[in-house]
């Protein structure tokens, strides 16, 4: 997909009611107040010797580039939001809410901006280190915890 296809998408998850119940999954789906959709991905590495990891996260650096760049110049300078504090206090007992929980267990960083009552977060996900990388988008109006 293209940038402006990913916009598009964008777009059309701000404008959809949020779901009242989870659906879908890790990579594709939300909850309420909520909605998460993978943009782009890479391979897996499950038979990867280590030579096209770097390439592919390359690749998917580029997408995710391109992607916050996008919403930069629609909506400004975001936020960069380290997420591990979230994954240490969720270790420690702490309940952190859907969609943070999910986000803080696949990446250390989000790019996030506030378009009215909503966030916008952009992130790469990835599960594990045999799984792909994940472009990622969420719109949410849960404030990050």
């Avoid at 997909?1 to 701000?14: G, P, S």
């Avoid at 038979?47 to 909506?75: F, K, N, P």
């Avoid at 719109?139 to 990050?144: L, R, Y």
């Amino acid at each position: 997909m293209t940038t402006a296809e990913h916009l598009d998408t964008i777009d059309r998850l701000r404008a959809t009611a949020f779901p009242t119940a989870p659906e879908g999954g890790p990579a594709h789906g939300g909850g309420p107040g909520h909605h998460l959709v993978t943009l782009g991905r890479t391979r897996d590495f499950w038979d990867d010797d280590g030579s096209g990891r770097q390439e592919a996260a390359d690749q998917i650096a580029a997408e995710y580039g391109a992607l916050t760049q996008a919403l930069t110049d629609r909506w400004g300078e975001p936020q960069v939001f380290a997420v591990g504090s979230l994954l240490d206090r969720e270790l420690e007992g702490e309940e952190i809410p859907e969609p943070w929980d999910g986000i803080c267990n696949t990446t250390d960083h989000v790019h996030l901006w506030r378009v009215g009552e909503q966030w916008l977060v952009a992130y790469v996900a990835q599960w594990d280190k045999e799984f792909p990388y994940l472009l990622t988008a969420v719109i949410t109006v849960v404030d990050p915890p």
